[in-house]
């Protein structure tokens, strides 16, 4: 389960109402893409495990819809704000935290692997992303082993037989941390699953990240990024399939901002 951010009583969260007037809490357990590198390597190296996610906007909205996703993220030891949104939320709630990219975590978890010698695993994305990644990582951080690579079937069902043999192959190879790369929410359902099975191998969600690293996808540049427009890029490169996902996910912004600063109303009552 998550964990408190240090030196916090109580974690920063984002509150997400539901149908029914129920509301779901996705805490964020570290504020810094430092804090929560700092605390990978502590578990990785003391031979213990963790299932990270990064959370956005997108996932909100599924989060929403679906009791499986919520109940993955209950199960996370760690989660972060991966998207603008979430960050301005946490700062609507009066509890701020800092924007930590999952696709950003690749290089600097690889740094950390190739210096303590913690072999990696790769799963998801295609064979071709996952072999052209792994070479240009391992180039990029002499030392670093990517001991296993493996690219699911299409249609896999993280809740399935099939995830069942892929967590036992993950269990015979020597990979101590895993990047999941399936996208939301197989890669979230996946990691908890995987990691109750084998709990002393890390579990990362990491989307598209492996692609940005193979050149099967181009990143939005660092500009439109710090613009906060890396949305409009992705959506302007695949507008059918992107243009629904992000209308749904403007449209859930104001009861996100009205539950925010509610949170925030209550917390300072108290």
Known sequence: ??????G??????????LKGG???????????AADLLADFERLLVGGKGFAAATVNLDHLVKLRQSDAFRQAYSGHSHIVADGNPIVWLSRLSGRPVNLVPGSELIEPIAEIAARTGIPVGFFG?????????????????????????IAPPDGFDPSGEGANACIAEMARSPARLWLLALGAPKQEIF???????????GFLSIG???????????????????????????????????APRYARCAAALPSLASAALKQRRMEERC
């Open 208 to 242: 598209a990240g492996l692609d940005f690293i193979s050149g099967e996808q181009v990143r939005a540049p660092a500009l439109i990024r710090a613009l906060a427009l890396e949305w409009a890029w992705r959506m302007v490169s695949n507008p059918r399939r992107l």
């Open 125 to 149: 994305a295609t064979e071709n992303s996952l072999e052209s990644s792994a070479l240009e990582l391992e180039r990029r951080y002499p030392g670093l082993n990517v001991a296993s690579r």
């Open 22 to 32: 129920t509301q779901f809490s996705v805490p964020l357990t570290h504020a810094t």
């Open 8 to 17: 916090r009583l109580a974690p920063p969260s984002v509150a997400l109402p």
């Open 1 to 6: 389960m998550a964990s408190p951010v240090q």
């Open 191 to 201: 990691a908890v699953r995987a990691w109750q099975r084998i709990p002393d191998r």
